[in-house]
């Protein structure tokens, strides 16, 4: 599916949670990289009402999806005491930067866990250092920037996918708090309603995409950017399968809206090492809030 171009000018101003604003003006080392489309333009375009963008079948890409929602996560892991019990030692133990006890709430760790319930700490956090992965940018990109860490697994993971013939491309990684706001503001504005935006739309100081661990991925052809269609692509079925190899995790999974407090995001990616992503796969566990034993997180 081909989004007709104001659609895709207003997915990329935010759908994804943390999501899809344009760029970022915050980076040490990314002045250059950060050209800022002005996320106020698209505002009138049609392509944000709600239900507008799924493909056939699909349900609404950034569309709050309210049936789902409510459902309670299924999965059994959640109740594993033995995973649960250690998790912070885990991630610890998987951070060579040794920046641990409170690698979940520091957001210079890679483990740290933002949600709904965890916002970042301070809120106008700033990567130290961002810089932009050398890889294969998605047509009207945002800013690609990530830390360096997640920026090197991005480009050993898109050559992996390349070498497999499947074409990754960045859509959207680092947004600052600023970013955000707008990215937020313009979503509240086209739903006319917070509770509907905050489905798909982080408040300012609450988005994975502030970390520079979040990267939002797409096909190189364009197909269903930023759609949940986009599960059914061979680069989203390459990713749910290998991303963990690289230390990425599908951190919005379809039906754990009442764990992580977000639609799913077949496209969003979040680096938190191959240790922990590994041992997520390996225990067929989806959400960050189970792995680490954390609250769910369904609203603010
Ligand atoms: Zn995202």
Known sequence: MRLPALLLGALLLSACSASEGPAADAGTTAASASSTPSPSAPASSPGAEPTGQSAPGEPASPAPS????????????????????????????????????????????????????????????????????????????????????????????????????????????????????????YWVRQYGNAALAETISARPGYSEHQTGLAVDVGQDDGTCTLATCFSGTTSAQWTSANAAAYGFIVRYPQGFDGITGYSWEPWHLRYVGPEVAGAMQAGNIATFEEYFGLPAAPGY
């Not at 499947?166 to 955000?180: E, K």
């Open 66 to 185: 309210p049936a789902s929602s409510p459902s309670p996560p299924s999965s059994p892991e959640a109740s594993v005491p033995g995973i649960q019990s250690s998790p912070s030692e885990a991630a610890a133990a998987s951070d060579p930067a040794g920046d641990a006890p409170d690698s979940l709430s520091d957001p210079s760790s890679i483990g740290v866990v933002v949600n709904k319930q965890r916002p970042l700490d301070p809120p106008g956090f700033v990567p130290a250092e961002l810089v932009l992965p050398r890889v294969a940018l998605g047509p009207s990109a945002g800013s690609a920037l990530l830390r360096p860490d997640a920026a090197d697994a991005v480009e050993r993971m898109f050559a992996a996918a390349q070498a497999d013939g499947v074409g990754l491309t960045v859509v959207s990684a680092y947004r600052s708090y600023t970013d955000q706001e707008s990215t937020y503001a």
